[in-house]
């Protein structure tokens, strides 16, 4: 044998070793790239409810007392990661902190975003990590990663200030432990998955379903290990990673068990269905938000890489379907569903869909099969992942709007608005919001006192707010000649409250009437679209948000503003 031969298995193998780290670093940029193009949209303002009022604002109060946040709907892990960040930008005074928040809320959010899209391209990463340690397969390892960088909802929700895409970071990481719970039963893979589970508990709630699959890993694991101890020992580890990140969930239980209560509340449905949800069954949305949110041939990749596992490896579907098939029927029976609520179990359907394309090709000798086969199933999430950053990375229709206004509307004008976007978008301008308005003074104009209740009834003399997703179930038809005579002259409405409406007529007749009554008494000055000017798509809770058709081009809802007749202000 000559020394060229001698060498060439040992090259090959050096070269086996050198391509995955360099798979996942390249992994972990496109992941990055993909979340961060976009990730200062709409900024100064922040259009998203939850993003404006839950995880920011409460970083910046933490520095006016103590780290206690008083707020456990959401539990605070994501709230001090972006503490800590202010603490490094701005230093520990609350009054600088402040000042800067107010003064500049932009950087403010753009820190917050950027640490989510950061660890939104850890998961990735990480989910590759513990494919490929579970299925001994780095290409599998590689796939999994890949489709988890690309899959449209996580991509879309890593470009915000919430706690969806960061909990993925450190659930991924215990699917790492996992995976060495089943290879190898060493103890030190329980303190991992525990450990990090707990903190990503700690994150977002219900990231708590990989507790069965930890469970699952050790009972199923064909390799001899002290299993009760070592799983007494991961769930101290949980706990004990939970109050790290969460430690007034002891120190202040009742506050804790309380805001505990109020999210299984929401989830329930207690509070009242969502006007303009279009399906009643949760199994079935649920179902279909798969389709756009993970991809449909990835689902079907998964389907199979389960239905392989459960055929040619139990032990395999033990760990990786209880969890997935838990949550889909926990979520799908509540009267409450969102499409992100199912982000906890994508690295595992990520994971599955690996396992069923390898599977699916192993007796195709093409040799570049595998790869052809992962590019197609991360086609269709990197395309409406790269139209929806481009989307992202253009001005707001409410931008727009608001420039619009300024230019054309004149000063001291008393002006109408819906619920369509945050105070501080009105605070300089004088919008009046009839439905939550208590009487403040803004700079323009001074607003009125008028309150109404659910039934559309005017209170007097009493300040009630009315939820943004109730406001058309207040609005009604005499309102109209109520602003004219009240010289509020310009009327602005937007498609995420008049599509609720028309998407559920029969539920708001009041509302239906009165957008009739606008149309008859005011003169539409001004109209703008997110889409082309020739197309307009029905109200959705997901795609009027999240902008996944192709046929939107700029974020934001339709906005059109009416100047009513005969009014003399």
């Known amino acids: 044998m000559s020394v060229a031969e001698a060498t060439r298995p040992r090259l090959r193998a050096r070269a086996r070793i050198r391509w995955w780290p360099l798979a996942l670093g390249g992994l972990f940029l496109g992941a990055l790239i993909l979340r961060l193009v976009g990730y200062e949209t709409g900024l100064p303002y922040v259009y998203n409810a939850d993003e404006n009022s839950h995880f920011v604002p409460h970083a910046v109060g933490m520095f006016g007392h103590s780290l206690n946040p ?13 503490h800590a960040l202010y603490l490094l930008r701005w230093g520990s005074d609350p009054a600088t902190v402040g000042g800067a928040y107010a003064a500049d809320p932009t950087t403010a959010f753009a820190i917050a975003r950027a640490a989510s899209g950061t660890l939104g391209a850890a998961a990735a990463v990480l989910t590759a990590v513990a494919a490929a340690r579970l299925f001994a397969d780095r290409r599998a390892g590689i796939v999994a990663g890949a489709l988890l960088a690309v899959a449209f909802l996580f991509v ?26 089943y290879r190898t039963g060493r103890t030190r893979e329980y303190l991992l998955a525990g450990a990090a589970l707990g903190v990503a508990i700690a994150t977002k709630y219900t990231a708590g379903i990989l507790v069965v699959t930890i469970a699952a890993a050790a009972l199923a694991s064909p390799v001899p290990q002290p299993r009760l101890r070592n799983l007494a020992i991961g769930a101290a580890l949980c706990c004990a990673g939970f109050l790290l990140a969460n430690p007034y969930a002891l120190l202040d239980h009742h506050a804790f068990i309380d805001g505990l209560q109020k999210q299984t509340d929401t989830a329930a449905g207690d509070e009242g269905g969502k006007l303009g949800l279009a399906n009643s069954s949760g199994w079935i949305y649920y179902l279909g938000t798969f389709g756009w949110g993970f991809g449909w041939l990835p689902v079907l990749a998964a389907l199979g890489g389960g239905v392989a596992l459960v055929v040619r490896d139990r032990r395999l579907a033990w760990v990786l379907l209880p969890a997935p098939l838990l949550l889909f029927l926990y979520l799908g029976q509540q009267s409450r569903f969102f499409a992100r609520w199912m982000l906890p179990i994508y690295p595992l359907l990520a994971m599955l869909a690996a396992w069923g394309l390898i599977v699916a090709l192993r007796r195709i000798r093409f040799r570049w099969a595998l790869a052809a086969g992962a590019v197609l199933l991360c086609l269709q999430g990197l395309v409406y992942s790269i139209h929806n950053d481009r989307v992202l990375a253009r001005a707001d229709t409410r931008q727009l709007a608001r420039d619009w206004m300024v230019a054309h509307i004149p000063a001291r004008s008393k002006v109408v608005v819906e619920p369509i976007a945050p105070d501080q978008w009105a605070a300089d301008v004088g919008f009046f919001n009839p439905a939550t ?6 700079n323009k104009f001074r607003t009125s006192r008028s309150q109404y209740d659910n039934a559309g009834n005017r209170i007097r003399g009493a300040a009630r707010v009315v939820k943004l997703e109730d406001y058309e179930r207040i609005t009604r038809p005499d309102l109209v000649e109520s602003y004219r005579k009240g010289g509020y002259c ?6 995420t409250q ?11 007749p ?22 082309g000017k020739a197309t307009t798509l029905p109200f959705s809770f997901d ?19 009416y100047r009513l007749r005969g009014c003399d202000r």
Request: charged share 20%; no cysteine; proline share 9%.
């Open 156 to 181: 879309h929700y890593s470009h915000f200030a919430l706690n969806d895409a960061p909990t993925l970071a450190p659930l991924a990481l215990a699917l790492v432990g996992v995976a060495g719970i």
């Open 543 to 561: 795609y009027s948000f999240n902008y996944y058709p192709l046929s939107y081009e700029r974020p934001g809802p339709e906005i059109r503003i």
């Open 510 to 531: 009041r509302a239906i009437r009165y957008y009739d009554a606008l149309e008859r008494a005011g003169d539409l000055v001004y109209e703008t679209k997110p889409y």
């Open 490 to 495: 310009w009327v602005i409405t937007g498609s």
């Open 70 to 82: 008083d707020y456990f709907v959401n539990p605070p892990a994501y709230t001090y990661l972006v």
């Open 498 to 508: 008049f599509g609720r409406a028309y998407a559920d007529p029969e539920e708001v």
């Open 437 to 442: 308005s208590s009487g403040n003074r803004w």
